[in-house]
């Protein structure tokens, strides 16, 4: 199947710095990625969906000016997490659907990154 | 009311067992409808993909989706200790819609 790769798989920052998550689909391309995050014991719950070329589209409750997306190109989104607090502390996922799929809907997730804040 | 309810568990079953995993929801419109295993600390990997009402077979995995009762099973026969996992269930209203998905059943396999 294809393959999503997240960079770095973990950070541990100080309070206050700002830490940048990338996403990328490494043999497809992908206009549009979703960023999910994911405390323990619990599901996985859509923070934004990044889309190529544009603006990314925020859910209700999340910070547009502290969780900064970019998709600059068709393989590449990241996630910048600005001025980071302890209760930022969670396993951030991120997932692409092939551009040029058959249409199934399927998405590809990446390994997730664990962002600890100190 | 959660638009996805997922008993999460955790399910704790012998080798070789029949397990089954369900999931049940609100909104009619979902058409789409996956289930994701997830490994502790890794991302979720997709398991089983079905469009509309019906069942889907795949090896020791059995997706079942029943829209007039808006509930949707995973069943995994001959279970294996490697199953031992958490299982999300995840629904759209569409292709390119964005994914709902339960809170996640934790299964355990004893050997």
């Known amino acids: 199947g294809a393959v999503v790769s997240q960079h770095p798989s973990w950070v541990i920052c100080k309070s206050g710095t700002s830490v940048k998550i990338e996403c990328r689909s490494l043999d497809f391309q992908a206009t549009t990625m979703f960023w999910y995050r994911q405390f323990p014991k619990q599901s996985l719950m859509l923070m934004a969906t990044s889309n190529e070329g544009s603006k990314a589209t925020y859910e209700q409750g999340v910070e547009k000016d502290k969780f900064l997306i970019n998709h600059a190109s068709l393989t590449l989104s990241t996630l910048t997490v600005t001025s980071a607090h302890p209760e930022d502390s969670s396993f951030y996922i991120c997932?692409?659907?092939?551009?040029?799929?058959?249409?199934?809907?399927?998405?590809?997730f990446g390994e997730g990154s664990r962002l600890t804040v100190l | 009311q959660k638009e996805v309810e997922q008993d999460p568990g955790p399910l704790s079953v012998p080798e070789g067992a029949i397990v089954s995993l369900n999931c049940t929801y609100s909104?009619?419109?979902?058409?789409?409808f996956m289930w994701y295993r997830q490994y502790s600390r890794k991302g979720p990997e997709l398991l089983m993909y079905?469009?509309?009402?019906g069942n889907k077979e795949d090896g020791r995995f059995t997706a079942q989706v029943d829209k007039s009762s808006k509930y949707i099973s995973l069943f995994i026969r001959d279970s294996q200790p490697s199953d031992s996992a958490t299982y999300l269930c995840a629904m759209s209203a569409g292709y390119g819609n964005k994914l709902v998905f339960g809170a996640g059943t934790i299964l355990r396999v004893k050997s």
């Open positions: 079905t469009y509309s009402s």
């Open positions: 997932s692409a659907r092939d551009s040029e799929g058959s249409g199934t809907g399927e998405l590809f």
């Open positions: 909104n009619s419109a979902f058409q789409y």
